[in-house]
């Protein structure tokens, strides 16, 4: 008897199993079409792209989203990871397409699909307000930089610190959202982040916070991220095609202005990104 | 702190006590049937359950999590972020509420059973009817204990995409920079959360059979 | 699906860095839990009702909050009363003091499972407080202890891999990244389950030894 219960447990756990797999479907954007929802992973720490405002989730992408999903005929859901998670849990399938926006570069090229660009992401300092030892990017040898795990600006911040005659004390957090609660405790000099990025948390906080002008970062741009493979070809090239779209008539200059106080002009596609 | 953002909290705990306890019933149910293997004695049961047992309690709960949600995929198990949350859980107390079970079993009186023998039922009835029952009500107060802990474990389950109490705690401290009353406000949910389990566990308890010693 | 655990062999001074920053926090946390705990336990049992009423109510609070909002009330509330750590100090305090508290419940019981009588007989022969302690208590706790404490010690080891979300360079934290740089979760994934549950099982195995080399003190068949 207690062979037969055993058996039928594991028959009745492999259906329950069976009923949650997700169907590979071939075509990733019929599979949305027909599911009606389009997955969208993403942190939510990252203002004023995406990030948590007193318990809503708002911000550039989420705005963005909606009108790409109204482009698709789509409904947008959304995957909240910690960013070091986000790009396994892409090639694991567990959505179709990151928002983020992550910074276009050869690296991230080679392995997935970058949407159009929809912001610069040249990365500059923060600081706290009223500092006057950090006047110019080079002023933060030697201090304590905080700047976000397994990000682009992470690499770009080492970059530069090594060109520096004392190299920053580089701190690395879970998401940017912990940095800019650091400094403004005072425990970190300065974080490293994209223009747009830092230029929002300064708005935000009038009085904390203070943008180290000018960026010292290569030049470089922010885009959604997909995956390389032909199953979500048609998927990228609609979520494309509804981009440049929005950017033609005029909404993403609407947004743009909305989120960071003045909006960008950014090519259509980046073929070869600085670094 | 406003009387919002502690609600915004309230709201997520909703989803620690849901994902606890329905991953603490499924683990009891596991459980049963991991015991059950180790009850046979043949070592094409004992084993793989030794295996289960030693790697769910002796991998951190942590990395469990990103195994289930990141790598089982590779092999054609694609789940979205709620199941490898309570699959997670399951499994982790399922290992532990094994071995609990493992010490009731062990601690049934043999008076008990060996009068049972005498008086004529099979090992079949024994173990329904004797052994089963007094096992359940000696390591209910372990089982209790473990459903405190997995209200705690569950504070984990945001690295698989789940938004319960300890990660919206982290949402509002870094929009509010005020991480000393979001969090203390957070621990003193879990405090309420874990006291009001552990005295519905002793109510419980003082109302199952007992058992003469 | 590949596997290539050439990636991680090529990045094995950081797995070293990490898996000994892992090793050194979970030691020296246990040892200050262990020590801190004893301390708690030794208060509430001679100190006074008051002292074991309010050392009682923060084991509470310590055995009934997550070990993760304790990190982050450490580490991100620190600075607001003063308390400005580094990851690893503030991952080292946190897992002493939530350790502690188990300890201290540990130990607790086993002052109390030594029968009074063995007790009261050393104090008919005139042993000081102190020597009671030393030389009945805990010889004959010993025994009734280790288990738990090998069981804690286990858990205190697991508890590490949280460190990893306040960025203590511990082995998760970089597995994981390095996971992420090298686009190898798998591999990465995989070898980290497999440090820990190596080192879960030579833990067990040691206690187990530990047990059996300490069981003269055993005073009744447990």
């Known amino acids: ?48 792209f995406d990030f948590i405002d007193a318990g809503k989730h708002v911000g550039l992408n989420v705005d963005l989203f909606d009108e790409i999903g109204k482009e698709l005929g789509v409904k947008i859901e959304w995957v909240t990871l910690p960013w070091d998670g986000v790009f396994p849990a892409l090639e694991a399938g567990k959505f179709d397409v990151v928002a983020g926006p992550a910074t276009i570069t050869k690296k991230r090229m080679e392995r997935y699909r970058f949407t159009p660009p929809l912001a610069e992401a040249t990365i500059a300092i923060l600081k706290k307000a009223g500092d006057k030892t950090i006047n110019k990017p080079e002023d933060i040898a030697g201090k304590k930089i905080g700047v976000g795990k397994a990000t682009a600006q992470l690499d770009q911040l080492k970059e530069f610190s090594e060109t520096l005659p004392t190299k ?108 | ?40 004695g043949r070592s094409l049961f004992v084993r793989p359950a030794q295996f289960f047992i030693s790697f769910f309690r002796g991998v951190p709960l942590l990395v469990q999590l990103l195994l289930i949600y990141n790598l089982l995929p590779a092999v054609g198990l694609n789940v979205p972020s709620i199941v490898a949350a309570i699959i997670g859980l399951s499994l982790c107390t399922a290992a532990y509420q094994a071995e609990n079970l493992r010490g009731g079993f062990a601690s049934v009186p043999l008076g008990l059973v060996e009068s049972a023998e005498m008086v004529g039922l099979t090992p079949r009835q024994i173990f329904r009817r004797i052994k089963v029952p007094i096992a359940l009500r000696l390591t209910f107060p372990a ?11 569950s504070s984990l389950v945001s690295v698989v995409g789940i938004v319960e109490l300890t990660r919206m705690a982290q949402d509002l401290a870094g929009s509010t920079f005020l991480p000393l009353q979001i969090f203390a406000a957070a621990g003193l949910i879990y405090l309420v959360i874990n006291w009001v389990v552990a005295l519905a566990g002793g109510l419980i308890e003082s109302r199952l059979p007992g058992v003469a010693r | 699906m590949t596997f290539d655990i050439n990636v991680l062999i090529g990045q094995w001074p950081a797995i070293l860095s990490g898996a000994g920053v892992t090793i050194m926090i979970w030691i020296l946390g246990t040892i200050a839990a262990a020590v801190i705990g004893f301390l708690m336990a030794v208060a509430r049992q001679y100190g006074g009702m008051v002292v074991d009423k309010i050392l009682g109510a923060v084991v509470a609070v310590l055995r009934g909050t997550p070990f993760l909002i304790q990190i982050f009330l450490v580490y991100y509330g620190g600075p607001f009363v003063g308390l400005e750590l580094d ?43 102190g020597q009671i302690i030393r030389r009945i208590l805990l010889p004959e706790m010993t025994m009734l202890v280790l288990p738990p404490c090998v069981n804690m010690t286990v858990i205190l080891m697991k508890e590490t891999a949280v460190l990893s979300i306040i960025t203590v360079p511990e082995l998760t934290a970089t597995l994981s990244a390095i996971g992420s740089q090298q686009y190898a979760f798998v591999e990465a994934l995989s070898a980290l389950a497999l440090f820990y549950w190596v080192l879960v099982e030579v833990t067990g195995w040691l206690g187990n030894l530990a047990e059996t080399k300490l069981s003269r003190f055993r005073f009744f068949n447990a």
């Open chain 2, 1 to 40: 702190m406003s009387i919002e953002l502690f609600g915004l909290l309230v709201q997520a705990s909703i989803y620690t006590v849901t994902i606890s306890f329905v991953s603490i019933f499924i683990g009891f149910a596991i459980a049963i049937l991991i015991s059950g293997m180790l009850l046979t």
């Open chain 3, 87 to 129: 990851p690893v100090p503030a991952g080292l305090i946190g897992i002493s003091i939530y350790g502690a508290a188990y300890f201290s419940e540990i130990f607790r019981s086993g002052f109390r499972a030594v029968p009074k009588g063995h007790i009261e007989a050393g104090e008919c022969v005139g042993l000081t407080r």
């Open chain 1, 1 to 48: 008897m207690r062979k037969n219960s055993l058996l039928r447990g594991l028959v009745g756990a492999a259906l329950l199993f069976g009923a949650t797999i997700s169907a590979h479907a071939a075509d990733t954007l019929a599979a949305v079409k027909a599911a009606g929802t389009l997955k969208v992973g993403t942190e939510t720490a990252f203002a004023p």
């Open chain 2, 143 to 153: 089982l209790v204990n473990e459903a405190i802990l997995i209200l705690k474990a």
């Open chain 1, 168 to 275: 920053a004390d580089i701190r690395e957090y879970p998401a940017f959202t912990e940095s800019y609660a650091d400094l403004a405790a005072g425990r970190i000099a300065g974080v490293a982040n994209s223009l747009p990025n830092i230029a929002f948390v300064a708005k935000q906080r009038e009085g904390t916070f203070e943008v180290v002008l000018p960026p010292f970062g290569k030049k470089s741009y922010f885009g959604f991220i997909g995956l390389k493979d032909a199953d979500h070809a048609p998927l990228m090239d609609a979520i494309d095609a509804a981009m440049l779209k929005i950017k033609a008539d005029g909404r993403m200059a609407t947004l743009q202005k909305k989120w960071f106080g003045a909006s960008f002009d950014t090519p259509d596609a980046v073929k070869d990104p600085a670094f």
